[in-house]
């Protein structure tokens, strides 16, 4: 069986001629991470397929999209649950600019427990719904108070899993289910490929009537991915090796989202035992930067506009000057001359330019290689680094109750 997944993950390792992560991931991998290097690994292939999928639906989605539009008084509601909700947190901006609908970010946990303070009987709602699996129980219960609480509804179900309960149930003539290629659906208990794809997917469905131009930054994005994993995986294993105890990972913008999936992915693979925040660049000088010790590790991702960026290097230099912390990563898109790193990681010549929605996809690769090596670091498995179930794959133990069907009944 060892040999087997050795030469499946071998195979998956090579994508234009380059061997991704070499033997150190291939052997790392058979002690508990398969998958998970596999299905970082595998993300700028999937991300052309996405888009190819998203091509060969364009008519549907559009048909589907139209009539969504053309409802008066459109409220666009991104959710999900856990680095699903944090896909709507990065979309927002992007969604409603690129849509001119107004556009909120609400998770499925929120909807659940107070639903009336987000769906409006007044207005017509387009539920925008990201599952990988489709099955965790808040995702289901958001779409059955939507169908209740709006005076219309619309759903789109974006998903890795064509058997998730959430895929099956949409069968009403405003519902449409966008399924991503079989390979995002992620066996690791992280998100990565699924993660990105679907993040990918809603920012590609924003922009349909110019999505024939968005090929080439597709392929961009792409590129700036594998330049990432084939050139900065070593450095990134390094890093993690290092003694830190605690990260902050900061964002402006759609970036800001990525952070938030960013910590949540080092948090997760090493079981805890690296406590991760994240934060605006702007935010975190309001009290939230205190958390920065010796032992911290400093992640920034950094925004390609150039006037938020001028807020980031102010504070990058503000930290420099005081709590440091014990090393420091920035992602850019150009290389970063304001300021000294530990590591710059570099994407782009200087000649190319990703929009920030497209940028924060790619921004959060590296926390997902730092965060494998730090599982394997912790002698933990990658795949399944929470030992004692505290996490899983889909939310365990959450009981669904009915939510008052009669507004008098309804007791505040």
């Avoid at 965060?371 to 929470?386: A, M, R, V």
Wanted: overall charge negative; glycine content about 8%.
């Amino acid at each position: 069986m060892a040999n087997s997944n050795n030469d499946e993950l071998s195979e998956q390792n090579h994508f234009n001629g380059h061997k991704y992560f070499g033997q150190e991931l291939l052997n790392a991998g058979l002690a508990g991470g398969i998958y998970t290097s596999r299905e970082i690994v595998q993300q700028p292939k999937l991300w052309r397929e996405t888009y190819d999928l998203i091509i060969s639906q364009k008519t549907s989605l559009e048909n589907f999209l139209k009539e969504a539009y053309s409802s008066d008084n459109l409220e666009v509601i991104l959710t999900g649950a856990g680095s699903s909700a944090f896909i709507g947190k990065i979309l927002q901006g992007p969604f409603q600019k690129n849509t001119g609908k107004r556009t909120s970010a609400i998770a499925t946990t929120d909807l659940l427990s107070h639903p009336e303070e987000y769906f409006n009987k007044e207005n017509t709602t387009l539920l925008i719904s990201f599952a990988r699996s489709g099955d965790s129980p808040e995702s289901v219960a958001a779409v059955n108070l939507a169908n209740m609480l709006c005076k219309k509804v619309y759903h789109l179900i974006i998903t890795c899993s064509p058997s998730g309960k959430l895929a099956r149930e949409a069968k009403t003539s405003g519902s449409y289910v966008f399924l991503l290629p079989k390979h995002a659906a992620d066996q690791s208990l992280v998100m990565t490929g699924s993660f990105t794809s679907m993040l990918l997917t809603g920012l590609l469905i924003s922009q349909m009537d110019s999505i024939h131009e968005l090929k080439k930054h597709v392929d961009l994005l792409a590129s700036y991915a594998e330049k990432i994993i084939t050139e900065y995986t070593p450095a990134l294993k390094k890093v993690a090796q290092m003694d830190f105890d605690r990260v902050v990972v900061l964002g402006s913008g759609p970036l800001q989202g990525a952070a938030r999936e960013a910590h949540l992915k080092i948090q997760e693979l090493s079981a805890g035992k690296v406590i991760c925040t994240c934060d605006s660049f702007l935010g975190v000088r309001h009290g939230p930067r205190a958390v920065i010790s010796p032992t911290t590790l400093l992640i920034y991702l950094f925004s390609n506009n150039e006037y938020a960026h001028q807020y980031e290097i102010d504070l990058v230099k503000s930290v420099s000057e005081g709590e440091k912390g014990i090393f420091s990563i920035g992602i850019s898109e150009s290389p970063v001359k304001e300021i000294d790193l530990g590591l710059g990681i570099n994407l782009s010549n200087g000649t190319d330019k990703l929009n920030e929605g497209l940028l924060a996809i790619c921004s959060v690769l590296p926390a997902q290689i730092l965060g494998y090596f730090k599982s394997i670091q912790l002698k933990l498995k990658p795949d399944n680094p929470s030992e004692n179930g505290t996490i899983t794959r889909v939310v365990q133990g959450v009981t669904i109750y009915n939510f008052p069907a009669n507004e008098e009944s309804r007791v505040y």
